[in-house]
């Protein structure tokens, strides 16, 4: 008697994703059993289009990230496995084809973890942002997100990374526009300031916050590789971090408890964290003497 092909259930949040919803769905319609799309009560055109592709619509109270709506919309899939994906992001034939044909039809683990393409301001950008693992495939009730905003699942079985491999990866159309970075680095500035302050987490500098976060992306992360794209987008995300600093400090109803910044003493700092990176650069790019010609330098920055 022949082996019943396990049931794909393909889950999407929405909320305003009119503009994308409709490349995802196709990109998966080939291979869904079912389509959950869990909808944050939009005023576009989501849920037609989700209908149009006969998709199961829920709703959900829109808490203005998408945790709390994901772990509601896994609940709603009835099949053997679940596929979770943004609204922008989609599935191209070779991932889907080895999904239903291979990841699932003879499954060595629970879960996997798939390698995610940022395409950023028109760009695929792979300095700091690939291969971006995510855990999108998985057996039903094995996986659970907190409902705190950007949390890690928890993985109840076994669970594998596929290659790094263009073939094998989600393609995320990120961000599109400078605006649609600032509206959401706002909105989750806002999200991560008001966990803070009911954690009652101090007030980050925000220059500090700003310097460290644009360095660990730029040199840490290579940003640096990625030209005009690496540059700005390591300036925005120490951007972003500002926000969250003053977000906090607007819930802490703008204290001016802390005591004068020594603004010449940090800015040194973060000039001596620069040259570090600066010289490291150096020495990965240098080979026997020179290499330990600029080892020292890098030692006596310190």
Known sequence: ????????????????????????????????????????????????????????????????????????????????????????????????????????????????FLPRKNIIFGKWVKTGWWPDYVLRLFKPNLVVWSNEIHSTPQISGTAERLPESEKLAIVHENYQTVDQFIDRAQRYGRIVATNQHENKKTTPDPLKNFFSEFLRRYFQWDGQNDGAHGYYLSVLQGLTAVLESAYLWEKKEFSSAKKQVKISGLLAEMAREARYWELTNKVNASSGILRWYWKGRRWLSR
């Open 1 to 112: 008697m022949a082996t019943q092909a396990p049931t794909l259930s393909v889950v999407v949040n929405t909320k305003n994703s009119a503009a994308t919803l409709k490349a995802c769905l196709n990109s998966v319609k080939s291979i869904a059993d079912e389509i959950i799309v869990m909808d944050m009560h939009s005023d576009d055109r989501t849920v037609e289009i989700a209908k149009n592709f006969r998709a199961k619509v829920f709703y959900h109270p829109d808490v203005g990230y998408v945790e709390p709506a994901r772990n509601a919309a896994i609940g709603k899939a009835t099949g053997d496995w679940v596929l979770i994906l943004d609204s922008d992001e989609t599935i191209p034939p070779s991932l889907a084809t080895e999904i239903r044909e291979t990841l699932i039809l003879d499954p060595k683990t629970d879960a996997y």
